[in-house]
């Protein structure tokens, strides 16, 4: 499921992986090593958390790929959402 020669040209292209290991579930992007012996869960720099390494199969299983992700949009104190004129401010046509 995951190439292990792909490469991406940008973070938007790379994608997100939902995995299952002996501690519980992960989301993030992938690396797999050529020889497909180890997965990498890569992280964002943003985030400040460590790279995780397992032996791939034995410790850890990729239950499937991210197709959405869901962001609370948090409105100014005052502001309700009822407010906003949703036809000014869409980016879709």
């Known amino acids: 499921m995951i190439?292990?020669?792909?490469?991406y040209r940008s973070v938007s292209e790379r994608p997100i992986y939902f995995l299952?290991?002996?501690?519980g579930y992960h989301c993030g992007w992938c690396d797999l090593?050529?020889?497909?012996?180890?997965?990498?869960?890569?992280?964002?720099?943003?985030?400040?958390s460590p790279q995780r390494r397992w032996r791939y199969r034995d410790e850890i299983e990729v239950v499937g790929l991210v197709?959405?992700?869901?962001?609370r949009v948090r409105f100014s104190k005052g502001l309700k959402p009822e407010q906003i004129n949703r036809d000014q401010h869409s980016d879709s046509s």
Request: aromatic share 4%.
């Open 3 to 7: 190439d292990a020669t792909k490469i």
């Open 20 to 23: 299952r290991s002996h501690d």
């Open 33 to 48: 090593d050529p020889e497909q012996r180890w997965l990498t869960l890569v992280t964002s720099a943003l985030t400040k």
């Open 67 to 71: 197709t959405r992700v869901l962001t």
